[in-house]
């Protein structure tokens, strides 16, 4: 695990708990986080590669991420079930001047072997808590049309703003549409 606080600790029934924490740039929670994304990828998630994914390019990707996380820009939040990183989610929080108050959602992924524990949804409760501590009462946040999480947004209480067809290629090929969500938090909710 990074050396960032731990954000949360839940119980998932039998199985071992779930530590959700914001991640740094070690090089091995960079290596964890390439090892979901091929996964994914491979798997048809829709998260803006297309398969397959060479790890070189899963490293680049999250050096990238992870020094933006350095500077502010974002939160790079880990779920780690049994010392095993098992998902990950984004908060974007680098906007104009005149959008202080938003925050994005982006690359909420479980790996394969970790889906139906609750990992996605303890890193989106995450997520929130962490919008709202700096300030953000609007999430934004857009997801596949075909075997997206749309579901699991709308049971968190994100309300569907529209669709979007033919937005993206699905990683095996073909289009896909994509869903924009969105849901006030905090004093604004």
Known sequence: MSDDILLEQ???GPE???AIEALTALPDVQRRLSEILVAVVAGGGSVSFMHPL???AADAFWETSLAAAGRGERVVIGAW??????GTVTLLLDFPPNQPHRAEIAKLMTHPDFRGRGVALQLMHAAERLALERGRTLLVLDTATENGAGRLYEKLGFR??????????KPHGGLTGTLVYWKRIGASA
């Open 81 to 86: 079930v049994g010392g095993v990183l098992a």
């Open 10 to 12: 839940a119980a998932d």
């Open 54 to 56: 060479a790890p070189e």
């Open 16 to 18: 071992a708990p779930i």
């Open 160 to 169: 569907l703003a529209g669709e979007i067809p033919d937005f993206a290629l």
